[in-house]
Structure formats: C-alpha cells, structure tokens
C-alpha cells in the first residue's frame, strides 16, 4: 500500500520537503515510513498522525492508514 507523508513548518524545512509518498505495509510504523523516504531521520520530540490522529511513533498504522503527518513542537501563548 502507499501512504502520503506530509511535513510540516519546521519539520519540512529540516527535511527538505513537504509531501512525499511511501510504500508500506499494515504492519510499519510511522517510524519505519517516514525512514523509509528520510534516511536518519529521528523524530525527537516532534508528534506524529496518522489520518488525523495522533499516534506513538512505533504502532503500527494499519491496512486503512492514507496519510502519515509529522509535527514539530509548537509553542505560543
């Protein structure tokens, strides 16, 4: 199957993109997606969703999965 990986703010600048698709299987993880189209990546402590809801980094996302976002800390008041 195929997801859509978006970045954003920061974390598209740190990767040099905004949208990428990968390849996947229902048992990856966003971890191993996003790896899969940055090489070394490491999240930090920036979040990730999965079609809309935030998930840990290393469930998996499943065989319905179309859109994988990582998110960068925000701060603000």
Do not use: N
């Amino acid at each position: 199957m195929q997801v859509k990986v978006l970045a954003f703010a920061h974390a598209a600048d740190a990767l040099g993109w905004r949208e990428s698709l990968a390849e996947c299987s229902p048992s990856s993880t966003p971890r191993e997606i996003v790896s899969s189209v940055a090489p070394g990546f490491s999240p930090g402590s920036w979040r990730v969703a999965v079609d809309c809801d935030y998930r840990p980094w290393d469930e998996a996302v499943g065989a319905l999965a179309q859109e994988i976002a990582i998110i960068p800390p925000v701060s603000g008041g």
